[in-house]
């Protein structure tokens, strides 16, 4: 079984993809926009399609889900709230294409795993559908002066809606090259309904308790008790799932939580493919088990994103953990050319809700994300000019600049003489006349103890 996502958005999405790898259901990607839909699903080989309203583009829901019914695929529709108008409507309409897998708002994506292992039934829809649907068949080729015969249109109609339909019991509305409507109704016989109930219930059972060795559990509760950790494993990165938080980890004391999104992971899956992609999410897991110690536990949150439980650690020493997991990547990282893979982490200590301490650390990570990318952004609106230290700078004389100098210290030394050869003279002028002048007395003596210094230092 291939699932591929088309929910739209992108957190759901790694959410779902992780929830599904962790219950070794093969993922086969994810869609973005409608138009590429259809096309995307036969190239990834996927068999089951999880469609959400908020999928992008201009294609109608209802028609993407004709198609995808017509080319023999699954759909997981998640058509929004169940107390919607709108959102049942298209519920409907979507049932009588024989579509009964709804997951209703809010979705988690451990509903959505449990809809991929267990295929509903009409009566697990629990929606009358709508017929009309099913719309009038159009066949391609014919112009408008040919006509088939109402034989032949009326049989390709039951076939294509026999295909669509795939129901225990539905009713459709058939409507021929005439325009002549004729009501068909098919049933499956019981011994076809009992039949897949049974490849259903097999198929839970291998996927529940491993290749159907074991018995099930009589209740949930027996279920979580008697399974050991290693159910909890993510097939993967090896690290523990999302639900072993949710179902076996209880902390106790103080802990510090670390979350951790890779960065630069969507553009590897997109241009280098799903393979890289797992090969690089393969690798950090088990960088991060190999480097972790004692209590601390390491967790797959959902796509990339991962969370590690530090108990009895503090802030300072989780952010010391941090930068080795830093050093550990660098030198175990694949090799994925010019698009590198690092991640940012979000540090929150805790004592008591588990979940709110996530939430707090998820928080700080996309603060930290969001922080870095403005800098980033920032560094080349302006990059910082290159310089060579004066330490390791070539010799070089630069002659003009040194010819400037020159000529400022013979005009410096010129204006000194001046003014030296000025306060002598008037000074010596003064002592001719015997006009009394102290201050250009002590004037000339500056002068001329300036002139013994620099004679002194000159000899």
Request: net charge negative; hydrophobic share 40%; proline share 3%.
């Amino acid at each position: 079984m291939r699932v591929l996502i088309a929910t739209g958005l992108e957190e759901l999405d790694g959410s779902i993809s992780g929830e599904l790898s962790s219950r070794n259901i093969e993922v086969a990607g994810e869609c973005y926009y409608r138009e590429g839909l259809l096309s995307l699903t036969k190239d990834r080989g996927a068999d089951v399609v999880v469609l959400s309203l908020h999928l992008p583009g201009q294609a109608d829901t209802v028609d993407l889900v004709k198609e995808l019914r017509m080319a023999g695929l699954r759909v997981i529709l998640l058509p929004g709230r169940r107390d919607d108008k709108k959102a049942v409507d298209l519920a409907r309409r979507a049932v009588a294409l024989g579509v009964y897998d709804i997951v209703w708002d809010p979705v988690s994506p451990e509903t959505v795993t449990y809809r991929v292992l267990n295929p509903a039934t009409l009566a697990d829809a629990g929606l009358e559908p709508d017929e009309a649907a099913v719309g009038e068949v159009e066949v391609q080729g014919v112009s408008g002066g040919a006509r088939r015969e109402k034989k032949d249109i009326t049989g390709l109609a039951r076939t294509i809606l026999r295909f669509l339909g795939k129901s225990r019991t539905s009713e459709a509305t058939i409507c021929d090259s005439e325009g002549q409507i004729e009501e068909a109704q098919f049933q499956a016989g019981r011994r076809e309904e009992e039949l897949d109930r049974k490849e259903i219930d097999e198929e839970y059972e291998e996927n529940a308790c491993g290749e159907g060795r074991c018995e099930l559990p009589s209740s949930v509760s027996e279920f979580k008790d008697d399974v050991p950790d290693a159910f909890y494993r993510d097939a993967l990165t090896g690290c523990f799932t999302r639900r072993y938080l949710l179902e076996r980890f209880s902390p106790t004391g103080f802990y510090t939580v670390v979350f951790i999104d890779l960065d630069n992971f969507k553009p590897v899956n997109d241009i280098l493919g799903h393979e890289m992609g797992d090969g690089v999410l393969a690798a950090f897991g088990k960088m991060l088990v190999e480097n972790l110690k004692g209590r601390d536990l390491a967790v797959r949150w959902g796509g990339d994103e991962f969370v590690l439980i530090l108990p009895g650690t503090a802030r300072a020493d989780a952010e010391k953990v941090v930068e080795n997991l830093r050093r550990e990547w660098k030198h175990c990282a694949p090799d994925t050319g010019n698009l590198e893979v690092g991640f940012s982490t979000g540090i929150s200590e805790g004592a008591r809700d588990l979940q709110a301490t996530i939430k707090e650390a998820d928080r700080l990570m996309y603060a930290e994300k969001r922080s870095r990318k403005v800098k980033e952004a920032w560094e080349k609106s302006h990059p910082r000019e290159l310089y060579t230290p004066l330490s390791t700078r070539p010799a070089r004389v630069d002659w003009a600049t040194l010819k400037q100098a020159v000529s400022l210290a013979f005009s410096i030394t010129a204006v000194v003489v001046l003014v030296s050869a000025v306060v002598w003279g008037m000074d010596w002028t003064a002592q001719m006349f015997g006009a009394h002048a102290p201050v250009l007395h002590e004037a000339a003596r500056v002068v001329e103890e300036f002139w013994r210094t620099v004679l002194a230092g000159v000899l």
